[in-house]
């Protein structure tokens, strides 16, 4: 156990609609990153946050974007769902923001686009 | 952007042998490098890292080398099991600002009884 929560686990949603998967991150850890694990693929790095902003982001969209609580839970929007966003959101909480921290992901949701 | 790259994509073995996964990586600012062994339908978990400071790492049947000028790292599994037949991946974290891990396409060890 990492002591990272990511709810829900499993969800279908239609092609267009909009979804929100929730992250509490381990104990201590103020920084949270999100990745997109597509099957037979690794994981791809969305965005980090750091103190409630975003201080990082990989090669999504704007449609992709994100909230950090004063808690250090975070949340990842994703609009107008297309099929290839189908995949396994790993959420991935760690120490402190800088290069080195070691990463702990959640069990992660997984995301169905019909 | 950093880029990493894998090999093999799979590994067959028998169990008692040992396995060995290379990976390369083309920012050579980056400092750390961590593996992740995922199971089917799991998340992927931590079982070992290196930062770029040392050379090689074990715990006790796995070990990592790191040779920073040819960028290249690996891991090494000695005297395998059937539980270690999983999908494992290598990463590259950049310096800068922020944490970004960028992870190699994988490779599936296959244990075999």
Known sequence: ?114 | GENVEQHPSTLSVQEGDSAVIKCTYSDSASNYFPWYKQELGKRPQLIIDIRSNVGEKKDQRIAVTLNKTAKHFSLHITETQPEDSAVYFCAASSTGGYQKVTFGTGTKLQVIP
């Open chain 1, 1 to 114: 156990e990492t002591g990272v929560t990511q709810s829900p686990t499993h969800l279908i949603k239609t092609r267009g609609q909009q979804v929100t998967l929730r992250c509490s991150s381990q104990s201590g850890h103020n920084t949270v990153s999100w990745y997109q694990q597509a099957l037979g693929q690794g994981p791809q790095f969305i965005f980090q946050y750091y103190r409630e902003e975003e201080n990082g982001r990989g090669n999504f969209p704007p449609r992709f974007s994100g909230l950090q609580f004063p808690n250090y839970s975070s949340e990842l929007n994703v609009n107008a769902l297309e099929l290839d966003d189908s995949a396994l959101y790993l959420c991935a909480s760690s120490l402190n923001r800088g290069s080195g921290n070691t990463i702990y992901f959640g069990e992660g949701s997984w995301l169905t686009v019909v």
